[in-house]
Nanobody, 122 residues
Framework: QVQLVESGGGLVQAGGSLSLSCTAS????????MAWYRHIAGTQRDLVAS???????KYAESAKGRFTITRDNAKNTVYLQMDSLRPGDTTIYYC????????????????WGQGTQVTVSS
């Protein structure tokens, strides 16, 4: 069983910064992609940023120039540095790990973290 544990959310004033981290634990052979999503409405989540094990990065337009995603493959950990935060960034942020294998010749799985609240006051 693989678990994702997020940390680093909280309350910050507009223009401030927060740093999120997410560590995958359990029996893990490899993780193809780690990413951050944020809650939009209902059950919908939008991609904020993603990074592959090879370092290929994608950002949502709203995140470009303000957020930075990094990853430590040895620690199965992904980070999201969020700068120049806006009230519109307020929501729950979820960590996602995709293409998770518990052994070389195995099925790939996707896992989600429990979410961490980010609140930006004006």
């Amino acid at each position: 069983q693989v678990q994702l544990v997020e940390s680093g959310g909280g309350l910050v004033q507009a223009g401030g910064s927060l740093s999120l981290s997410c560590t995958a634990s359990g029996t893990i052979f490899s993780i193809r992609t780690m990413a951050w999503y944020r809650h939009i409405a209902g059950t919908q989540r939008d991609l904020v940023a993603s990074i592959t094990s090879g370092g290929n990065i994608k950002y949502a337009e709203s995140a470009k120039g303000r957020f930075t995603i990094t990853r430590d493959n040895a620690k199965n950990t992904v980070y999201l540095q969020m700068d120049s935060l806006r009230p519109g960034d307020t929501t729950i942020y979820y960590c996602m790990a995709d293409g998770v294998k518990v052994r070389l010749e195995g099925t790939e799985y996707r896992y989600w973290g429990q979410g961490t609240q980010v609140t930006v006051s004006s």
